[in-house]
């Protein structure tokens, strides 16, 4: 775990009789840049997933101008680019926080409190955001493991449909596609896909698996709080991002989205790993 670098896992590892595997792309913490972060480990992403078109978030009738429009410095929120403390950590257990004030770009105060738990079969996460403003604020959280893919991989996304972009929406999602049935895809070893892909996935509860061909290893996804997952690649590179979320990109909605003054929201994700 790495507080500093924006209560990020640098990487996640078992070992057996038959050697050492790599679930996410581990993490090179040299020259760390939080504003051009490396495509590795895992981060919690608050208080909100992803961008808003023009970098301008529509709330509460009005808006917010997060960035300069086009900026991409604010991709994913604050929270991975901050250092966190450690309120508690053991030899399976971390616990986290961090807390921000309020700013023009997001004029709330805010705490978050991050928590990491591993046991024989897999890592627990709980990321909780505690809304200490006067008024109501939007929030919306997610993760971002890179899971590596070097050696080939098999994914199936539970989903009900899929959103795609387009340039003219900055990529973001605007049309909508239901799906009769899983997510299933294949990325093979050495032969990585020709093109980036993104596809927003909407479900009731966030699940996926990755299988290894001719390793005997998989991981499970699951996350009950998250109603979509964003599903990554970017062509060349040997990740794969699932993503659980609590919100579509590009938008909070004012009667979903909202913590009141006091309350607060949160998001889990269980890793089961074989």
């Known amino acids: 775990m790495y507080p500093t670098l924006g209560g990020r896992i640098g990487r996640l ?10 679930y996410l792309v581990p993490l090179d913490t040299d020259r760390f840049d939080p504003a051009q972060w490396r495509r590795a480990g ?22 917010l101008d997060i960035a300069p429009p086009g900026s991409p410095a604010w991709l994913h929120g604050w929270g ?42 897999g890592l627990d996460m709980v990321l909780q955001v505690t809304n200490l403003s ?14 590596a893919i070097g050696q080939g991989a098999e994914a199936t996304v539970m989903a009900d ?20 049935g899983p997510l299933r895809f294949a990325l093979r070893r050495h032969v990585p896909p020709r093109d980036t892909f993104t596809w927003f996935c909407e479900t009731d509860q966030a699940q996926a698996r990755i299988d290894y061909p001719g390793t005997r290893r998989h991981v499970g996804i699951s996350s009950p709080e998250a109603g979509h997952v964003v599903v990554h690649h970017r062509a060349g590179e040997s990740f794969l991002c699932v993503e659980p979320c609590t919100h579509l ?21 269980r890793l089961e790993l074989a």
């Not at 590892?13 to 790599?22: E, I, L, N, Q, T």
């Not at 919690?44 to 009005?62: A, I, S, V």
């Not at 604020?137 to 997610?142: N, Q, R, S, V």
């Open 13 to 22: 590892r078992r070992a057996s009789a038959d050697g050492a595997f790599d």
């Open 42 to 63: 895992c981060f919690p992403m608050l208080p909100f997933t992803n961008k808003f078109r023009g970098n301008r978030l529509k709330w509460d009738g009005g808006g």
């Open 80 to 121: 991975h680019r901050k250092a966190w403390s450690i309120e508690q950590s053991s030899a399976t257990h971390c616990h986290m926080s961090l807390v921000v004030g309020q700013s023009e770009a997001w004029p709330w105060t805010w705490r978050a409190d991050l928590r990491y738990n591993v046991d024989a079969g």
């Open 134 to 147: 006067t008024r109501p604020m939007p929030a919306g959280l997610g993760f971002h493991p890179y899971f």
């Open 161 to 180: 449909s899929i959103w795609h972009g387009n340039p003219a929406s900055e990529g973001l999602p605007v049309l909508q596609r239901r799906l009769d």
């Open 249 to 269: 990109a590009g938008q909070l909605d004012p009667t979903a989205n909202a913590v009141p003054p006091g309350q607060r929201v949160r998001l889990s994700m």
